[in-house]
């Protein structure tokens, strides 16, 4: 029997690849550049209503606890409800659906509290661990809650702020109440602490640090070498200005945060410890 065959649906995956981060933090546009290397599967958008379509993957009939999947989450009938989902819905570049063995590519926001979930199910999974200067996510987080276009739990019980936006955090109830900067701070330092514990649980050679500066700066660069990282071929030349992407709510900057200076310095105590322990992941993996 091959390996496909006795790991079921999930056996017709090869090292699949997610992108992880915080909310915000460029991972979508990284998404729309490497899903079109040769040879890569995705969903072509993010997979919210894929996996929380499994009823015990849902966050109602979890308590309302968080996004947060551990390993006991992957038991064998739901990793192949799960793997069955994706290969079904998954294509080529060129559209072509999937057929035999494939390399996936996935990139959903709440998977940065579902390392373990996935780890568990795929067990040759790469990571990518995407970071983005702090003050320019928390920025980008604010506005997202803001705009009304990122509710993920409109209707959030015991929820009295801005509806619900981006991923359900462990600890959100400790949050009722406090001001929408303080929310989002939060958001991010929690998500980054979950995160980082979990990527350093993994070989080392199955994380792959990339930060959104070097992406935006180095394209070309950043791509080829991340994708040659990952086992896969890149045939495409980009330009050194990036198209948006989908989800871009207003034109990018690198100073745009500012409009929001005085928000973000207040909060940054928060978040400071955290963001201090990401940068260090970065830097190790170049060291």
């Known amino acids: 029997m091959s390996t496909a065959e006795a790991e079921g649906i999930r056996g017709l995956f090869d090292r699949p690849v997610f992108i992880v981060s915080t909310p915000r933090s460029g991972s979508t546009l990284l998404f729309e550049t490497l899903e079109k290397a040769p040879a890569i599967y995705t969903t072509g958008r993010e997979s919210h209503q894929l996996i929380e379509s499994i009823p015990e993957l849902f966050p109602p009939m979890r308590g309302w606890d968080s996004n947060r999947l551990s390993a006991v989450d992957a038991t ?120 980082l514990d979990d990527l350093d649980s993994l070989p080392r050679e199955r994380v792959k640090p990339v930060t959104n500066a070097d992406f935006l700066t180095k394209p070309q660069a950043t791509t080829e070498a991340l994708a040659s990282s990952l086992g896969l071929e890149w045939d495409r030349k980009l330009s050194s200005d990036l198209p948006l992407s989908k989800t871009t709510v207003s034109r990018p900057n690198p100073d745009k945060w500012r409009r929001l200076e005085r928000e973000i310095e207040e909060v940054m105590p928060i978040v400071a410890e955290a963001d201090e322990r990401a940068r260090a992941f970065v830097e190790q993996s170049r060291g």
Do not use: H
């Not at 920025?139 to 276009?149: D, K, L, N, T, Y």
């Not at 801005?162 to 900067?181: C, E, K, N, V």
């Open 76 to 195: 064998p009938e739901c990793a192949e409800l799960i793997a069955g989902s994706f290969y079904r819905a998954i294509t080529d570049r060129d559209g072509r659906p999937a057929a035999g063995r494939v390399r996936m590519l996935e990139k959903t926001p709440k998977n940065a509290l579902r390392v373990p979930f996935f780890d568990a199910i795929w067990p040759d999974s790469f990571f990518i661990y995407l970071y983005r200067d702090v003050r320019e996510t928390l920025a980008s987080m604010i506005e997202a809650w803001v705009s009304g276009g990122f509710r993920t739990y409109p209707r959030l019980p015991g929820w009295t702020n801005y509806p619900w936006s981006l991923l359900l955090i462990p600890g959100w109830r400790d949050l009722i109440g406090q001001p929408l900067p303080v929310v989002v701070a939060r958001q991010w330092a929690t998500t980054t602490n979950v995160l």
